[in-house]
Each structure stands twice: as C-alpha cells, then as structure tokens.
C-alpha cells in the first residue's frame, strides 16, 4: 500500500517527506549568500565531472552554511503565525522515510498550502532549519501571489534566502520579482 493511501486510510492528516529532500531548498541567514554561490558552482563541477549519462558516479557532500538559521532564534509560534497569515495550515504530522520504512518527525513542523509545503524542524521552541518543497511550477496557482509574500516577509523580517541545491540556485527573498521567476519556473 503506498504512504498516501495508508495516510488516508488511517484517518490521518499529515504531510510526507522523503528524507531525501530534507533541506533541498533551504532557507538560510542571507550573510552565506557568497559562499552559496561558490558552493553552488562547486556543485555543478562535480556533476559534470561524475555524470555517466544516466547517474552520478560519486556523491558530494555539502559544506555547512557558516551562520546557521537556528543563530536567528526564530520563534516557532512566531513563524506559524506568519505563515498562517498567507494562507498556509498547520498539518498535524510530518512523517519522513523511504520506500516502504515511514516514521513521525517529532520535532519537525509542516504548513500546507495547496501543493505547497513549509517544513521546519524545532529545539526549545526555535526553529533550526527552515525548507520548502512544491512551490516551483507554481505560475498558475490560485495562490501564486500568497506564496510570493511569504517568502518575501520571510526573507525581510529574518533575512533570509532561499538555496535551491537541485538547481544550485539562489534566490535573493527580497527581491519579489526572483521570487516570482523561481515560483513561476515552467
């Protein structure tokens, strides 16, 4: 029985998270924002190096960001309730796995909108990492305009950007116009 079903099936309401795309796009303390752009063509190299045409032969590990998003002692409360603004609803669970293996994350939160999802993980009540997944190919959502301030207010009020590590792309949040193209990708 695939995850989604037996999510339904057993009267839940959660969201699912491949552990593979934890912290894929990734928004962090604006001050990395250099050493993204050298991490990210680092990147690039090593998948043009290690590409065999169907795979990659090698796997490269990220460098730690220099100054962390927990250093912003980001109040969950506070980013909920932000979040709650534009539309997103708390989900009551996060669950994270691969294949067939699914486990709670319990000091992980969700907030969906739509096809969209903000995911962060928690210690004491401050936030340590913040990603998102589904807001990409956004160009027709109904919600397109409640996504774009999201990410803007986000990246004002904690000065915070957005990494896209599959494309090796920053997004500078406070610029709404990279926001929309990001959001608007075809």
């Not at 002692?73 to 539309?87: D, S």
């Not at 669970?93 to 969906?112: A, D, N, P, Q």
Request: with cysteine; hydrophobic share 35%; proline share 1%.
């Amino acid at each position: 029985m695939s995850f989604l079903k037996w999510l339904k099936n057993s009267g839940g309401s959660g969201l699912y998270l491949h552990e593979d795309f934890y912290c894929q796009v990734e928004l962090i303390p604006i001050e990395n924002f250099l050493d993204l752009k050298e991490e990210n063509e680092k990147i690039d190299e090593f998948a043009k190096e290690h590409s065999d045409g169907l795979g990659f032969t090698d796997v490269y590990i990220r460098e730690g960001q220099k100054v962390k998003t927990s250093e912003r002692e980001i109040p969950i409360n506070e980013f909920e309730a932000l979040l709650q603004t534009y539309g997103f609803q708390k989900v009551d669970k996060v669950y994270s796995g691969y294949g067939s293996y699914k486990e709670i994350c319990l000091s992980t939160w969700g907030f969906k909108l739509d096809s969209s999802a903000v995911f962060c993980d928690f210690k004491n009540n401050l936030i340590e990492n913040i990603w998102i997944d589904g807001f990409r190919f956004s160009k027709d959502s109904a919600n397109k305009e409640e996504l774009i301030n999201c990410l803007f207010q986000i990246g004002a009020k904690w000065k915070l950007i957005l990494n896209d590590w599959d494309l090796t792309e920053a997004i500078d949040l406070s610029n709404k116009k990279s926001i929309d193209d990001y959001i608007s990708e075809e």
